[in-house]
């Protein structure tokens, strides 16, 4: 068999404006418009529409589902324009890659006020960048319609996106670039709100705007909301308004020298044995602690919190790499209702953001296109951080409503495979136009998911 020619020849006499690689896509494209989302874009955009061009939400499409097949940057738009049926599937062409870098740029305001002032802080967002944010709540609406969940549990999280753009400021961890904020609902595996920032700018730094954004965009028939974040949103003021908010929470706490001779000085009969890990052994146990001026804070006064203390402990005397045989941690919470388990529970509960809101950075900066930042412009670097996080609410919404719930969690790689990358062709007949898809299985689930957002449903409940 080896060197052996197989047995096909190319050709090139198919009609190749009606086939389409991608014929999934067009699905995301449509909830994108069913949804809502694509009025809110046109109604908020400062783009100028050239005559006989694309609207501002067509051109958001037209991102949207470049990034959904699997592309990144704007210039890979030419392969989608080169004779692929998708174009005929949304309704309009795609833009050049310079039009859609322009579009972007539309979104851009350096002369709106930085917030907290200072050269690392957070800027203002333009009505463009603001209109993006209720077209990506939009999309969470309907799918919570569509889909009520009850509970809503945000996990809120910062990473560096490196860049080697020159106006990418210095991060905390020595490279160059930016450091968005998510707040993700793990139930939903949607992103409620996110917020670019420069790489400079610390991971403490306006996290009460980001979370009032989120609980903004959580629907009215959610009925218990939580939160779980690091230590970067350890802050008192913070705690007090969640607390008032009624919003159960854990927090990292950042662990001072005086934090660590208390646990340090915990007798061993107030430690439980949690599991093993690895070469370690996690032990926890509840510390009596308040810190300083908890009581005299001006932001007010809040009930008694339950501070965690967690002990790893090298087993047989090993170290960990810093020459330590011990490392301690400690979370805060005001969770204290029974129902909620032990304070090991609550720890278990605490770690699984780390399978939520991190895992949705790593899927926009490496399965979809955020790190391809395309501009020196942070406005339009916003916009398209934006976009792709809009995407993946579009893509989370095709998963709960169109798979089976053991594939709920896949990412968009196997997206792609199953379903948004299928060789499809639009074929007219008899006055309609119909979609042959190559997959039975693709068929099928795009049948499920356009029934599902074309279902009439109840308006949503007043807030």
Not at 184 to 189: C, G, I, M, V, Y
Not at 276 to 296: C, M, Q, S, V
Not at 299 to 310: F, N, T
Not at 455 to 460: F, G, K, L, S, V
Request: hydrophobic share 45%; proline share 4%; glycine share 8%.
């Amino acid at each position: 068999m080896s060197g052996e020619r197989l047995n096909f020849e190319l050709d090139h006499e198919i009609g190749i404006g009606a086939v389409t690689a991608h014929g999934g896509v067009a699905a995301l494209i449509e909830h994108f418009r069913r949804s809502g989302a694509a009025g809110l874009v046109d109604a908020s955009a400062s783009y100028k529409k050239r005559k006989r061009g694309l609207s501002a939400s067509e051109m958001a499409e037209s991102l949207l589902a470049l990034w959904a097949c699997g592309g990144e940057p704007c210039e890979d738009l030419e392969r989608l324009r080169a004779g692929d049926g998708l174009q005929l599937l949304l309704g309009h062409a795609l833009p050049a890659a310079q039009t859609a870098r322009d579009f972007l740029a539309s979104f851009d305001a350096p002369e709106l006020p930085l917030l907290g002032g200072g050269q690392s802080a957070v800027r203002e967002e333009s009505t463009g960048l603001r209109g993006l944010a209720a077209a990506s709540a939009a999309v969470v609406a309907d799918l919570q319609r569509r889909r009520a969940v009850k509970q809503a549990t945000i996990d809120l999280d910062a990473t560096v996106l490196a860049s080697s753009k020159q106006a990418a400021k210095w991060a905390y961890d020595g490279q160059r670039g930016y450091q968005p904020v998510l707040a993700l609902w793990a139930e939903q595996d949607v992103i409620l709100a996110e917020e670019f920032r420069d790489g400079n700018v610390s991971a403490s730094t306006g996290n009460r705007r980001v979370i009032e954004r989120a609980l903004a965009a959580l629907p009215a028939e959610v009925e218990q909301v939580y939160l779980r974040a690091d230590s970067a949103l350890y802050e008192h003021a913070l705690m007090v308004f969640l607390d008032k908010r009624k919003v159960g929470f854990a927090i990292s706490v950042p662990v001072s020298e005086g934090l660590r001779r208390r646990i340090a000085g915990l007798d061993e009969t107030a430690w439980r044995f949690e599991r093993e890990d690895g070469e370690a052994a996690r032990h926890w146990a509840e510390i009596d602690y308040l810190p300083d001026g908890a009581l005299t804070q001006k932001e007010g006064a809040m009930r008694r919190l339950r501070y965690i203390a967690v002990r790893i402990s090298k087993k047989q005397g090993a170290l960990f790499a810093d020459g330590s045989q011990v490392r301690h941690f400690c979370v805060v919470t005001n969770r204290d209702d029974p129902k909620d388990g032990d304070a090991g529970d609550l720890l278990r509960w605490h770690r699984g953001k780390a399978g939520t809101v991190e895992h949705a950075h790593h899927v926009l900066a490496n399965e979809l296109a955020a790190a391809a930042l395309p501009s020196q412009k942070f406005g339009a670097n916003a916009a398209w951080f934006r976009l792709n996080a809009l995407l993946y609410n579009l893509m989370s919404a095709f998963k709960r409503l169109a798979l089976p719930e053991e594939l709920h969690a896949i990412r968009p790689k196997r997206l792609r495979f199953l379903v948004l990358n299928t060789l499809a062709r639009l074929v007219c007949h008899a006055r309609e136009r119909l979609l042959r898809c190559a997959s039975a299985f693709a068929r099928r689930a795009l049948d499920r998911f356009r029934s599902a957002i074309h279902a009439p449903m109840p308006p949503p409940t007043p807030a």
